[in-house]
C-alpha cells in the first residue's frame, strides 16, 4: 500500500512531484516520466470522496470513462492521454502537463477580452465539440475552469469525467449527490430539469463562455445554487449589447441564440458557432491584442508555426502583486528541479549545493514567483530538511509565504509554505 505523496514513483515509471490541483472526483499532480525523461500530468481518481459503496463504484467507472474518452480524441484541444492505471487500489491516468492558465484565471487577470481574443479560445473549443458530438459524446460540464489556454496560447478542452457517452452503462442523469451532472451557472436548462442532453446542452455552456468573456461577468452573476436554477431555466439575461458597446450584431445575435432556454432554438452545431466567430480571428502577422494577455490565444493564429521560445507579446515585465510571467520555456530550470529531485533521496547536501549556487541567477532572470522558481525554492527547502537545517528551512518556507500572500494563481505555493513552516517547529 503506498501513499500518495511527493517522491513516490508510481510503477517504476513516474515520480511524483508535487500537487496541481484537486476537485470532488480526483486530483492532478505533477510528475515526471523516467522511462521517457518527460514531465506529465498525473490524474488520481478520489473514491474516498464518494458517500456510498454505490458511489464510489461509479465515481471509479466515470473516471476509467474519462480515460476511455480522452484517448480517442486526436484533436489539439484535448490533453494527449499516455498511460492508464491501477496501484494499491489507486486509479491513475497519465496525461500531457499542459502549463498556462484556465479561462477563469485569465478572465480573472484581464476583465472582459477583447472579441479577437474570445473568437481565438472559443473556435478551438468548437472544434473539440465537433469532434466529441460527432463520436456520440456530451461534455455537460464546460465551465471557465475546464478550459485552459496554454502558455504557447493552445486552447485545450478539460475534464471529460462526467460526460454524456452514447452506449455506456454510466450514462447516468444524476452524480453520486444526486444533483444533476454539472456545473452551476454554466448547465442548460435541461440539464437542471434532469431532461435528456445533447450536443446543443454544450452549446449553451458555450454560451455562457463567450457571454462571460465579453461582458465581465457571468450570464447570471449569482451563487445561490437555486437561484441560478431559477435564472437559468426561467429568466432572460442582460442583454450583452447593455453590457458592452461595439460588438457586431451578429456576435449578440449568436450569444443569444446560444443562451436560448429551447434547445431547438440553438444553434444547430458548433459549425455555425465557428462560421460566425472565425471572421473575428487575428490574421498572420496581425498585431497582439491592445490589452497584454497572458497567455496569449491569438497567438496560434497570429503566429502560426512560430517558434515557441521567442517572445509571444513582447518583452518580459514585471508588474508588482501579480504571478511573474517571463515568455521562454524555462527548459533550465525545470531540467535543475529534475536532476535535484533524484539528488534528494541520496544525496541531498549535493541537491543543497547546486541549487545554492543556480537559484539565484534563476531567481533573477524569471523571478521569484514564477512556478518554476519557486518548485526550486521548495526544493531547496526540502534538501535543507533532509540536512535537518530546520532553521534555514524555515526562513526559506516563511520567505515563500510571503512572496505568495496575496497573489492570485499562488494559493497552493503559500499553502505548501505553511506546511512547511509547521514541518519545521
Same mark, same amino acid.
Request: aromatic fraction near 6%; charge should be negative; glycine fraction near 8%.
Given at each position: 500500500? =503506498?501513499?500518495?505523496?511527493?517522491?513516490?514513483?508510481?510503477?517504476?515509471?513516474?515520480?511524483?512531484?508535487?500537487?496541481?490541483?484537486?476537485?470532488?472526483?480526483?486530483?492532478?499532480?505533477?510528475?515526471?516520466?523516467?522511462?521517457?525523461?518527460?514531465?506529465?500530468?498525473?490524474?488520481f481518481a478520489n473514491p474516498a470522496a464518494a458517500l456510498t459503496f454505490q458511489g464510489r463504484d461509479e465515481m471509479l467507472k466515470r473516471f476509467q470513462q474519462e480515460a476511455g474518452v480522452a484517448a480517442r480524441f486526436t484533436n489539439t484541444g484535448v490533453a494527449s492521454v499516455y498511460d492508464f492505471g491501477e496501484e494499491h487500489g489507486h486509479f491513475y491516468l497519465v496525461m500531457e502537463l499542459v502549463q498556462g492558465s484556465t479561462l477563469d484565471e485569465l478572465m480573472d487577470e484581464c476583465g472582459p477580452l477583447e472579441l479577437s481574443v474570445a473568437a481565438s479560445i472559443i473556435v478551438p473549443i468548437c472544434a473539440v465539440l465537433?469532434? %466529441?458530438?460527432?463520436?456520440?459524446?456530451?461534455?455537460r460540464d464546460l465551465k471557465p475552469s475546464n478550459v485552459m489556454v496554454s502558455e504557447q496560447g493552445h486552447t485545450k478542452v478539460l475534464? =471529460?469525467?462526467?460526460?454524456?457517452? +452514447?452506449?455506456?452503462?454510466?450514462?447516468?442523469?444524476?452524480?453520486?449527490?444526486?444533483?444533476?451532472?454539472?456545473?452551476?451557472?454554466?448547465m %442548460?436548462?435541461?440539464?437542471? +430539469?434532469?431532461?435528456?442532453?445533447?450536443g446543443r446542452s454544450d452549446l449553451y455552456a458555450l454560451g455562457?463562455?463567450?457571454?462571460?468573456?465579453?461582458?465581465g461577468r457571468p450570464v447570471f452573476p449569482q451563487d445561490? +445554487? =437555486?437561484?441560478?436554477?431559477?435564472?437559468?431555466?426561467?429568466?432572460p439575461?442582460?442583454?450583452? #449589447?447593455?453590457?458592452?458597446? #461595439?460588438?457586431?450584431?451578429?456576435?449578440?445575435d449568436l450569444v443569444d441564440r446560444l443562451l436560448a432556454k429551447d434547445p431547438a432554438d440553438r444553434p444547430a452545431s458548433t459549425d455555425e458557432v465557428n462560421k460566425i466567430l472565425r471572421v473575428h480571428l487575428p490574421a498572420n502577422g496581425d498585431d497582439p491584442p491592445d490589452d497584454h494577455v497572458f497567455p496569449d490565444p491569438t497567438r496560434p493564429f497570429r503566429l502560426p508555426f512560430a517558434p515557441e521560445d521567442v517572445p509571444l507579446t513582447g518583452p518580459r515585465v514585471e508588474l508588482p502583486g501579480t504571478v511573474s510571467r517571463t515568455y521562454r520555456p524555462r527548459a533550465d530550470a525545470k531540467d535543475l528541479h529534475h536532476e535535484v529531485r533524484r539528488l534528494l533521496g541520496t544525496e541531498p547536501a549535493k541537491a543543497v549545493d547546486l541549487l545554492r549556487e543556480r537559484l539565484p541567477d534563476l531567481a533573477e532572470q524569471y523571478g521569484?514567483?514564477?512556478? +518554476?522558481?519557486?518548485?526550486?525554492? =521548495?526544493?531547496?527547502?526540502? %534538501?535543507?530538511? %533532509?540536512?535537518?537545517?530546520?532553521?534555514?528551512?524555515?526562513?526559506?518556507? &516563511?520567505?515563500?509565504?510571503?512572496?505568495?500572500?496575496?497573489?492570485?494563481?499562488?494559493?497552493?505555493?503559500? &499553502?505548501r509554505a505553511e506546511e512547511g513552516i509547521a514541518r519545521c517547529g
Amino acid at each position: 500500500m =503506498f501513499e500518495i505523496r511527493q517522491g513516490h514513483v508510481l510503477h517504476s515509471r513516474y515520480r511524483l512531484d508535487g500537487p496541481l490541483r484537486a476537485g470532488g472526483m480526483g486530483m492532478v499532480w505533477r510528475a515526471y516520466d523516467v522511462r521517457l525523461s518527460r514531465v506529465v500530468a498525473v490524474k488520481f481518481a478520489n473514491p474516498a470522496a464518494a458517500l456510498t459503496f454505490q458511489g464510489r463504484d461509479e465515481m471509479l467507472k466515470r473516471f476509467q470513462q474519462e480515460a476511455g474518452v480522452a484517448a480517442r480524441f486526436t484533436n489539439t484541444g484535448v490533453a494527449s492521454v499516455y498511460d492508464f492505471g491501477e496501484e494499491h487500489g489507486h486509479f491513475y491516468l497519465v496525461m500531457e502537463l499542459v502549463q498556462g492558465s484556465t479561462l477563469d484565471e485569465l478572465m480573472d487577470e484581464c476583465g472582459p477580452l477583447e472579441l479577437s481574443v474570445a473568437a481565438s479560445i472559443i473556435v478551438p473549443i468548437c472544434a473539440v465539440l465537433a469532434a %466529441a458530438h460527432r463520436a456520440g459524446i456530451v461534455h455537460r460540464d464546460l465551465k471557465p475552469s475546464n478550459v485552459m489556454v496554454s502558455e504557447q496560447g493552445h486552447t485545450k478542452v478539460l475534464d =471529460f469525467g462526467i460526460a454524456r457517452v +452514447e452506449g455506456t452503462a454510466v450514462d447516468t442523469r444524476l452524480t453520486r449527490t444526486g444533483r444533476n451532472p454539472g456545473s452551476p451557472g454554466y448547465m %442548460a436548462p435541461e440539464q437542471y +430539469e434532469g431532461k435528456q442532453v445533447t450536443g446543443r446542452s454544450d452549446l449553451y455552456a458555450l454560451g455562457c463562455l463567450l457571454y462571460e468573456m465579453l461582458a465581465g461577468r457571468p450570464v447570471f452573476p449569482q451563487d445561490d +445554487e =437555486f437561484a441560478l436554477l431559477h435564472m437559468h431555466t426561467t429568466v432572460p439575461p442582460d442583454a450583452l #449589447g447593455g453590457l458592452r458597446e #461595439g460588438l457586431p450584431e451578429a456576435v449578440l445575435d449568436l450569444v443569444d441564440r446560444l443562451l436560448a432556454k429551447d434547445p431547438a432554438d440553438r444553434p444547430a452545431s458548433t459549425d455555425e458557432v465557428n462560421k460566425i466567430l472565425r471572421v473575428h480571428l487575428p490574421a498572420n502577422g496581425d498585431d497582439p491584442p491592445d490589452d497584454h494577455v497572458f497567455p496569449d490565444p491569438t497567438r496560434p493564429f497570429r503566429l502560426p508555426f512560430a517558434p515557441e521560445d521567442v517572445p509571444l507579446t513582447g518583452p518580459r515585465v514585471e508588474l508588482p502583486g501579480t504571478v511573474s510571467r517571463t515568455y521562454r520555456p524555462r527548459a533550465d530550470a525545470k531540467d535543475l528541479h529534475h536532476e535535484v529531485r533524484r539528488l534528494l533521496g541520496t544525496e541531498p547536501a549535493k541537491a543543497v549545493d547546486l541549487l545554492r549556487e543556480r537559484l539565484p541567477d534563476l531567481a533573477e532572470q524569471y523571478g521569484l514567483r514564477a512556478h +518554476e522558481v519557486l518548485d526550486l525554492r =521548495f526544493d531547496l527547502a526540502e %534538501a535543507l530538511l %533532509a540536512q535537518v537545517d530546520r532553521e534555514a528551512a524555515r526562513d526559506l518556507y &516563511t520567505a515563500i509565504r510571503q512572496d505568495t500572500a496575496d497573489v492570485d494563481g499562488l494559493e497552493m505555493y503559500r &499553502t505548501r509554505a505553511e506546511e512547511g513552516i509547521a514541518r519545521c517547529g
